[in-house]
């Protein structure tokens, strides 16, 4: 089990090149939220993450991997409605 500042700065370190904060509400509750450092655009913003799951390396990665996955897909859905829109 990872101490609660080690998993946030963990999951933190995962989304280079994009910037990352991870804090903890009153409830031990994750917010997660994903930006470009330079325009600041907000990527992904998660709140009330678990951390029940979050035990061990291998469940943290994964958990960054969906959340890459996501913005990808969310970066390519936006892309492809503006697409869309131009024709």
């Known amino acids: ?23 903890v509400n009153a409830d031990g509750l994750l917010m997660i939220n994903v930006f470009d450092p330079i325009t600041g655009r907000v990527d992904l913003l998660l709140t009330g993450v678990s951390t029940a799951k979050l035990t061990n390396s291998r469940a943290i990665a994964n958990l960054i991997g969906e959340l890459r996955t996501e913005i990808r897909a969310g970066r390519r859905a936006f892309a492809g409605g503006l697409s869309d829109c131009a024709g």
């Open 1 to 23: 089990m990872f101490a609660i500042h080690e998993l946030c700065r963990t999951i933190e370190s995962g989304f280079a090149p994009l910037s990352c904060t991870c804090t």
